[in-house]
């Protein structure tokens, strides 16, 4: 996988928004929290190019495989980083994505989870009544 890819498996989950923060880190987001980070210019030595939330277990099974560390400042969160794009097979790395995703949608508050999850309003229009009376 690649920026592009990654940033189009992102996107196509609902609701999801991008930004560009500190510089040179673009972050996806839903309910204006962010489930992934992509470095744009990752440089040789980085450790960093693609960081993601993880469940406790995740954390710790991901974090056993190589080229896969601990976010630098989001570890405590569940955070885990990868040194390559290459690190996880494209599959597991989009479902790992849209794992991530779920996991930070849950968190957001429950008002903001229901308007985020129903669909798009749909109702017909209110037909007029007939009175009965001729």
Same mark, same amino acid.
């Given at each position: 996988m690649n920026i592009e890819t990654i940033r189009r498996s992102c /996107?196509?989950? *609902?609701? @999801?928004? #991008? #930004? @560009?923060?500190?510089?040179?880190d673009l972050c996806f987001l839903i309910g204006r929290k962010m489930f992934c980070v992509l470095n744009l210019e990752p440089q040789r030595?980085?450790? %960093?190019w693609v960081a993601f939330k993880a469940t406790p277990e995740e954390f710790a099974e991901l974090t056993e !495989?190589?080229? @896969?560390? *601990?976010?630098? =400042?989001?570890? !405590?969160?569940h955070w885990?980083?990868?040194?390559? =794009? %290459?690190? /996880?097979?494209? !599959?597991? /790395? #989009?479902a !790992? /994505?849209?794992r991530s995703y779920e996991l930070v949608k849950a968190t957001l508050p429950k008002k903001l989870q229901a308007a985020l999850?129903? *669909? *798009?309003?749909r109702k017909k229009p209110a037909r007029p009544r007939l009175s009965k009376r001729g």
């Amino acid at each position: 996988m690649n920026i592009e890819t990654i940033r189009r498996s992102c /996107l196509s989950l *609902p609701h @999801v928004e #991008e #930004e @560009v923060k500190w510089g040179h880190d673009l972050c996806f987001l839903i309910g204006r929290k962010m489930f992934c980070v992509l470095n744009l210019e990752p440089q040789r030595g980085d450790r %960093s190019w693609v960081a993601f939330k993880a469940t406790p277990e995740e954390f710790a099974e991901l974090t056993e !495989r190589e080229g @896969v560390i *601990p976010a630098p =400042y989001m570890a !405590r969160n569940h955070w885990v980083s990868l040194e390559d =794009y %290459s690190t /996880l097979p494209g !599959r597991e /790395l #989009e479902a !790992r /994505l849209a794992r991530s995703y779920e996991l930070v949608k849950a968190t957001l508050p429950k008002k903001l989870q229901a308007a985020l999850g129903a *669909p *798009p309003s749909r109702k017909k229009p209110a037909r007029p009544r007939l009175s009965k009376r001729g």
